[in-house]
Nanobody
Framework: QVRVVESGGGLAQLGGSLRLSCTASASRFRLYAMGWYRQAPGEERELVARITMSGLTNYGDFVRGRFAISRDNADDTVYLQMNNLKPEDAAVYSC?????????????WGQGTQVTVSS
C-alpha cells in the first residue's frame, strides 16, 4: 500500500502564500508523477499542478504564474508553492501519486488538506 501524506494547508490572508508538501512512500513503488488537485464545495475536482519525476510540469489555467510545483526525487516529495492567494483558491487540496508497483500502473490519493483564504 502506498502512503500519500500531505501537509501545509491552513489559513492564508488574501494575497498571501502557503506551501503544500506531499510525500509518497511504499516498498517497491516507483513514482512517476505527483500532482495537486483541488475541489471547492459544489465544484468539480480540478488540476492545480502536476510534475513528473523527470521535471515536466503542467498547471491549471487559473494558476497564471502564481503557483509553482517542484520535486525532491531523493525522498519522493513534491512541493506546491502558492502565492498571491485569492478567495477562489479556497478548497480541499489533494495530492495524487502515479507510479508502478511490480510493473503494474497504480495511483493513490492523499486525504486532502484544507486551504482557506481570508479577506
Amino acid at each position: 500500500q502506498v502512503r500519500v501524506v500531505e501537509s501545509g494547508g491552513g489559513l492564508a490572508q488574501l494575497g498571501g502564500s502557503l506551501r503544500l508538501s506531499c510525500t509518497a512512500s511504499a516498498s517497491r513503488f516507483r513514482l512517476y508523477a505527483m500532482g495537486w488537485y483541488r475541489q471547492a464545495p459544489g465544484e468539480e475536482r480540478e488540476l492545480v499542478a502536476r510534475i513528473t519525476m523527470s521535471g515536466l510540469t503542467n498547471y491549471g489555467d487559473f494558476v497564471r504564474g502564481r503557483f509553482a510545483i517542484s520535486r525532491d526525487n531523493a525522498d519522493d516529495t513534491v512541493y506546491l508553492q502558492m502565492n498571491n492567494l485569492k478567495p477562489e483558491d479556497a478548497a480541499v487540496y489533494s495530492c495524487h501519486a502515479e507510479g508502478t508497483i511490480g510493473g503494474a500502473i497504480v495511483d493513490y490519493w492523499g486525504q486532502g488538506t484544507q486551504v482557506t483564504v481570508s479577506s
